[in-house]
């Protein structure tokens, strides 16, 4: 997300903005409501596969239910978003693919990025999937100053990116890092570590000052930009190139500069339930082995993202 620190981490990681005007829309809807929408519209329980590899690895409350309930903020596409009513992208493509090996299913319910830990210490949401990045801060659940504010989560690993610059077709501000921001204005989404990043280099411009302007979804600050309110967001590099390619044909948006940092994308899991962290891990490591993870990365044309196996709390 940034060339330094990082969304969905401190070194990067973590959204891509869903940029069709239906993409967008949908997902304003549905990030609008909070942890309430089911955006696959499915029922509360799913059907078990008694039979699938690693069933019996999961805690017996998910066996029952026959679902993993999932917390995600879906206006990121590429990694989630929302088309024809229904949450789809990476994640969602990846979720199905463990659901396979363990015999459950993923049940993503759309919500702002900034509740998705907080759903699992509540026991609201079992996991939370969003190109979240795993880092230290999030591991033993610290603040911007490093105080304890929550019990903190474990992260399963599996998916690896850099984050960038998204700016105005044409660049016409010629934004090509983070030094080029100080004296204007950049739109981001709250709660992520992009934002972090940008307080950061806010303290670096010093007198020239940096305006930061938060917004609930990764879609309003792509919009402010859009319309000249702000010079740039910044997200992950997968999610800022998916942007820049697919919102208004190609029109309205451009890359600022080049990837950097980057950094691990994590599944979040409540300390507490180390058994379904480690049933995920084993699952992820098996659909790596069995190429369907290949398989969705190439879908979505990231492939260069591939983790080669899977890592608990590897984040810094």
């Given amino acids: 997300m940034t060339a330094s620190t990082t969304r969905r981490t401190t070194a990067a990681r973590s959204r891509i903005a869903a940029v069709g005007a239906i993409a967008v829309a949908g997902a304003l809807i549905l990030t609008g409501c909070g942890d309430q929408t089911d955006g696959n519209g499915s029922s509360n329980s799913g059907k078990t596969d008694n039979s699938a590899p690693l069933f019996s690895k999961l805690p017996k409350k998910i066996q029952d239910a026959g679902v993993i309930k999932v917390g995600s903020d879906t206006a990121y596409a590429p990694m989630e978003f929302v088309d024809g009513g229904k949450i789809v992208g990476v994640d969602p493509d990846i979720a199905e693919a463990l659901g396979k090996q363990l015999g459950v299913k993923f049940q993503f319910t759309s919500g702002t990025f900034d509740g998705l830990i907080t759903s699992l210490e509540t026991g609201r949401q079992d996991i939370a999937m969003s190109s979240i990045t795993d880092n230290k801060k999030r591991q033993e659940g610290l603040d911007d100053k490093g105080q304890k504010i929550g019990k903190g989560v474990d992260f399963v690993d599996y998916f690896s990116s850099g984050v960038s610059l998204l700016v ?24 992520t570590t992009y934002e972090d990043t940008f307080k950061a280099q806010a303290e670096k411009c010093g007198d020239k000052k940096l305006t930061i302007e938060a917004f609930d979804t990764d879609a309003e600050a792509q919009t402010r930009v859009k319309a000249g309110g702000a010079v740039a967001d910044l997200n992950d590099f997968p999610v800022t190139a998916y942007t820049a390619k697919t919102s208004g044909g190609g029109n309205d948006f451009e890359v600022g500069g080049q990837q950097a940092d980057v950094g691990l994308f994590g599944i979040a899991v409540s300390k507490e339930n180390t058994q379904l962290r480690d049933a995920l891990k084993e699952a992820l490591d ?3 082995k069995d190429g369907s993870y290949a398989k969705v990365l190439e879908k979505w044309n990231v492939k260069d993202s591939a983790v080669q196996s899977a890592t608990i709390n590897a984040g810094k």
């Fill in 286 to 288: 098996a659909i790596i």
């Fill in 168 to 191: 105005k077709k044409g660049n016409p501000q010629n934004i090509k890092s983070l030094d080029d921001l100080c004296g204007k204005t950049v739109a981001v989404q709250r709660g």
